[in-house]
């Protein structure tokens, strides 16, 4: 355990931000498979939704430096070419 105090507080601090990534990838995937399972069951007007939701979340995690800005771009684009490819 730290005895510093500059090293406590850095302690302190990386456990929330640890907590505050955990979550947001959580829902990255969350989002990532709403919009498959919508492309699968055929419904395109939910489908689309579901992606433009999901590719929210990417580009806004990517602002906050949870992922890098190319892998959220990557991520983007296979999960727009998934949705494309189950719908039509």
Known sequence: MANIKSQM???RQNL????RNRALR????????AAVSAAQS???AAAA???RIAQK?????????VLTKTTAARRKSRLTRRVNE???
Do not use: C, I, P, Q
Request: glycine share 10%.
């Open 9 to 11: 507080k850095r302690n």
């Open 16 to 19: 929330v931000r640890n907590e």
């Open 26 to 33: 959580s829902e990255l995937h969350t989002r990532s498979k």
């Open 42 to 44: 055929g419904d395109a």
């Open 49 to 51: 939704e579901a992606l």
């Open 57 to 65: 979340r990417l580009d806004m995690a990517a602002s906050k430096g």
């Open 86 to 88: 189950l719908l039509g």
